[in-house]
């Protein structure tokens, strides 16, 4: 059992030597504890290159793996009928919710496969939900108490695991998800009784923990969520991230998301997501992120989801090409079993991702969007781009049964314009449109000649 956190005074002062001594920065390149000081970073620019990551959702919700990774606030807060049910009919009365903690074995975690696993879809960056709303941490937090996987379950640090087969296995950036609060932690609903008046969580639970991740594990991807209705003001959001962005360990390179208290959502932060599963389907001003799930309709593991429940990989490559063609990132989630696999479904998905990106890749990654996201007289074509290599790619989601392809907004420049289909390395032969676009002449290829089967992309040289 962990100590509890220290009262009073002696908890500001544990903040502060929390934070490590780093060289200080010229005036003119810190930020201030304040948005509009906050919103004016500069994005690292590996983010926007990397277009496309893995979402990992992985806790003691694991253990049920029932309805959702909100099982414990359906069964106990809102009583929903079918969770109610599944624990009458699964386990004995007076079975707490703290009860499957030591279920959460994690005895096939095997953090090498994961990253190979990884490093196969193609992904460019990966985000483990360190600690989920039910306030269980993935690795032995000094502020969890014993509620954390070092001290319960596994006996492992799972963090730091995924962590060092990450970095030393392949070339993805390593990322933490963060809730910041906890659905049932006595503080927080203390806290909230008062209208958030008081300040005792966040002072002796959340900012010691994030401090702890930072400073252990060197997150690139910071990626909080879940502020319980609290303004930023309570978490001390802004002051946490001036910290972050010039004193940390990571403040070079390290990216934060939008969810930073209520209110701050698709408004500040270093990147917008603006809600689960975000996919406007035009061009945003700023840098967004589409966070969604190969499973419809939960984030952690369910035994009881079928087959319909999983996006194919035709309607996954879909939302990853919309996404880059709006100038957003694609993070596609999984959810581990309670012993640390990674099903067959998701490993089925990750492994055609990666196949489909090895073809197509270079349409997707360090691209740009081009002035028009998609094309307005064939449906399911969208662009990218590439300006200094005046590179323009229509990636097209059907092949068409007359083998010509009719492209509405590339206006061709002459002889300077060539066409190539991605993956068959042959010049193809186009002619220009009474639409002032192109008609493009696929080659007749059959099925196992195809370079993908599930979207093709087309390079334009050289078109206004």
């Given amino acids: 059992m962990r100590a509890p956190a220290l009262p009073g005074l002696a908890l500001a002062l544990a ?37 496309f990551g893995i ?19 359906y069964w106990q807060k809102e009583k929903r009928q079918k969770y109610v049910n599944f624990m009458k009919d699964n386990y004995p009365s007076g079975f707490k919710y703290e009860d499957f903690g030591p279920l959460f074995t994690a005895t096939f975690f095997n953090a090498n496969q994961w990253a190979d696993i990884f490093q196969a879809s193609g992904a460019k960056y990966i985000v483990l939900t360190s600690k989920h709303h039910e306030g269980f941490t993935l690795w032995g937090s000094e502020y969890s108490w014993n509620w954390n996987a070092v001290d319960e379950g596994p006996k492992r640090d799972i963090v730091k695991e995924l962590e060092v087969a990450i970095r ?49 594990y060197r997150p690139e ?12 003001h309570y978490w001390n959001s802004t002051g946490f991230l001036a910290w972050l962005y010039n004193d940390s360990p990571v403040r070079d390179t390290v990216v934060t998301n939008d969810r930073w208290g209520k209110g ?66 694609f993070l596609m989630n999984i959810g581990p079993t309670l012993d640390g696999i990674i099903s067959t479904i998701f490993e089925e998905r990750l492994r055609q991702m990666g196949t489909w990106l090895k073809v197509n890749g270079e349409a997707i990654y360090e691209t740009q969007p081009w002035r028009s996201q998609n094309d307005t007289i064939t449906p399911d074509v969208w662009y990218t781009s590439k300006p200094k290599e005046k590179l323009v790619y229509a990636i097209f ?68």
């Fill in 15 to 51: 903040l502060l030597l929390l934070q490590p001594p780093r060289p200080a920065r010229s005036a003119a390149a810190r930020f201030d504890p304040t948005w509009e000081s906050l919103d004016a970073r500069q994005l690292p620019a590996w983010f926007d290159q990397a277009k």
């Fill in 55 to 73: 979402f990992v959702h992985w806790g003691v919700f694991s253990v049920p793996s029932f309805g959702s990774e909100w099982f414990w606030w």
């Fill in 168 to 216: 030393n296995r392949t070339d993805l950036h390593f990322g933490l998800y963060y809730s910041l609060f906890e659905w049932f932690h006595p503080l927080f609903l203390e806290d909230e009784s008062s209208s958030f008046h008081k300040r005792q969580f966040p002072v002796s639970k959340m900012l010691p923990e994030l401090y702890e991740l930072v400073n252990k």
């Fill in 221 to 232: 991807v910071l990626w909080s969520d879940g502020d319980g209705g609290a303004p930023d």
């Fill in 264 to 329: 701050s959502i698709c408004t500040h932060g270093g990147y917008y997501t603006c809600a689960d599963r975000y996919n406007p389907g035009h061009l945003l001003p700023h840098k967004w992120e589409n966070c969604m799930t190969i499973d419809k309709f939960s984030w952690g593991y369910r035994r009881d989801a079928g087959i319909g429940d999983y996006l194919t990989i035709e309607e996954l490559v879909k939302q990853l090409v919309e996404t880059v063609s709006c100038g957003g990132n």
């Fill in 397 to 464: 989601l059907k092949w068409p049964t007359s083998g010509k392809l009719f492209l509405g907004q590339p206006k061709a420049t002459g002889g300077a314009t060539e066409v190539e289909l991605l993956g068959h390395g042959q010049p193809l032969k186009w002619i220009s449109w009474e639409h002032n676009g192109i008609v493009v002449e696929l080659p007749q290829l059959t099925v196992d000649q195809l370079p993908c089967k599930w979207g093709w992309a087309l390079a334009l040289t050289s078109v206004n």
